[in-house]
T-cell receptor
Framework: ELKVEQNPLFLSMQEGKNYTIYCNYS?????LYWYRQDPGKSLESLFV?????AVKQEGRLMASLDTKARLSTLHITAAVHDLSATYFC??????????FGTGTSLTVIP | GAVVSQHPSRVICKSGTSVKIECRSL??????MFWYRQFPKQSLMLMAT?????????EQGVEKDKFLINHASLTLSTLTVTSAHPEDSSFYIC????????????????FGDGTRLSIL
């Protein structure tokens, strides 16, 4: 059974601090995606990682992928309140069928 | 640009009612669409894969007679929750694979805005 696990599940951090969310998956996949979900809303695409060693940055968020370790990270730099949301990673090992991670609920405290 | 439109956004109805949710691909054709269900504070779980012109593929544990999927055209898939009960209350999200190449080469799927279903 394919598993996609995120750590931590819940994260409360102060504004200005840094933190990393981890995404581990149990099967081979060269594709990994990060999404943001606000309460009551659908998914917003953040990053598309398509190869081993891929690193992408957008604002205060940076995502990386290590396909050999089956690990992706989402690093938050100098958090701000607007980043409060739930973050999901997803893998696509077979092409066009997503398996979502457990989710990380992030709360940034002023 | 490519968008997936999902309607309705919110449904509140009595137990025993059947509810239809529509998922449309705008500006592109989708031979395949996906239906997910998300319970509060949980992740998205794939329910079924909708295939244009053929039967949907259901994930293990999903009742095909309860969750009827129809994909009659290249731009429309529907999910009907038949005889809905309170335990069917959830957030339902559809998605469609985007065309390869062009401006969408790095966006494999686009998600609808979701439907909040509440069964009283």
């Amino acid at each position: 059974e394919l598993k996609v696990e995120q750590n931590p599940l819940f994260l409360s951090m102060q504004e200005g601090k840094n933190y990393t969310i981890y995404c581990n998956y149990s099967t081979t996949s060269d594709r990994l995606y990060w999404y943001r979900q606000d309460p009551g809303k659908s998914l917003e695409s953040l990053f598309v990682l398509l190869s081993n060693g891929a690193v992408k940055q957008e604002g205060r968020l940076m995502a990386s992928l290590d396909t050999k370790a089956r690990l992706s990270t989402l690093h938050i730099t100098a958090a701000v309140h607007d980043l409060s949301a739930t973050y999901f990673c997803a893998v696509d090992p077979l092409g066009n069928q997503f398996y979502f991670g457990t989710g990380t609920s992030l709360t940034v405290i002023p | 640009g490519a968008v997936v439109s999902q309607h309705p956004s919110r449904v509140i109805c009595k137990s025993g009612t059947s509810v239809k949710i529509e998922c449309r691909s705008l500006d592109f054709q989708a031979t395949t669409m996906f239906w997910y269900r998300q319970f509060p504070k949980q992740s998205l779980m794939l329910m079924a894969t909708s295939n244009e012109g053929s039967k949907a593929t259901y994930e293990q544990g999903v009742e095909k007679d309860k969750f009827l999927i129809n994909h009659a055209s290249l731009t429309l898939s529907t999910l009907t929750v038949t005889s809905a009960h309170p335990e069917d209350s959830s957030f339902y999200i559809c998605s469609a694979p985007l065309p390869t190449g062009g401006p969408y080469s790095n966006q494999p799927q686009h998600f609808g805005d979701g439907t909040r279903l509440s069964i009283l």
